[in-house]
T-cell receptor, first 110, second 113 residues
């Protein structure tokens, strides 16, 4: 049974710092891995989608890497801003469905 | 372009009352559809998924049911709500048959009182 873990559960950093969020999964037989952002009381917004054959994806200040063999993904946020404050979720896809981690709650202080 | 609509945004219902949440997708055909629940302080739990009209798979035994009466419509229902049904309900869709990602709706905040 696939299990997804995100560390740390919460993170508070000053504005401008580069930071790394971690995601680990127990079963390497995945189709892809997706990183989402969730603002309080809102739905999930897709940030990056990494296919199982890919090593990384980049979008603006965000970079996500995938090491399927070790069951790990990292989300790198460069030059963090207060607007980046949100909960970040990773999810891995099996045949039909995604399994989600419990998220990292990020607060960027101005 | 594809869009997903979910309503209502918020709902307060008494214990024992029925529930109907609706999700529709536009701009695509034969999507895979999903219902997730996010309880306070907890992760997302997959409730139901559907790969076609009338095809519903349930992930956890519970007080809820789902139906897919049309290709792009997914409904979450309950005959009698429990306090434990409170949470944030999210609908999502994905393109079938390939390594595609999820797109989520904006969610429904359900409070059972």
């Amino acid at each position: 049974k696939q299990e997804v873990t995100q560390i740390p559960a919460a993170l508070s950093v000053p504005e401008g710092e580069n930071l790394v969020l971690n995601c680990s999964f127990t079963d390497s037989a995945i189709y892809n891995l997706q990183w989402f952002r969730q603002d309080p009381g809102k739905g999930l917004t897709s940030l990056l989608l990494i296919q199982s054959s890919q090593r990384e994806q980049t979008s603006g200040r965000l970079n996500a890497s995938l090491d399927k063999s070790s069951g790990r993904s990292t989300l790198y946020i460069a030059a963090s801003q207060p607007g980046d404050s949100a909960t970040y979720l990773c999810a891995v896809r099996g045949t039909y469905k995604y399994i989600f981690g419990t998220g990292t709650r990020l607060k960027v202080l101005a | 372009s594809q869009t997903i609509h979910q309503w209502p945004a918020t709902l307060v219902q008494p214990v024992g009352s029925p529930l109907s949440l609706e999700c529709t997708v536009e701009g695509t055909s034969n999507p895979n559809l999903y219902w997730y629940r996010q309880a306070a302080g907890r992760g997302l739990q997959l409730l139901f998924y559907s790969v076609g009209i009338g095809q519903i798979s349930s992930e956890v035994p519970q007080n809820l049911s789902a139906s897919r009466p049309q290709d792009r419509q997914f409904i979450l229902s309950s005959k009698k709500l429990l306090l434990s049904d409170s949470g944030f309900y999210l609908c999502a869709w994905s393109t079938p048959g390939g390594p595609y990602g999820y797109t989520f709706g904006s969610g429904t905040r359900l409070t059972v009182v």
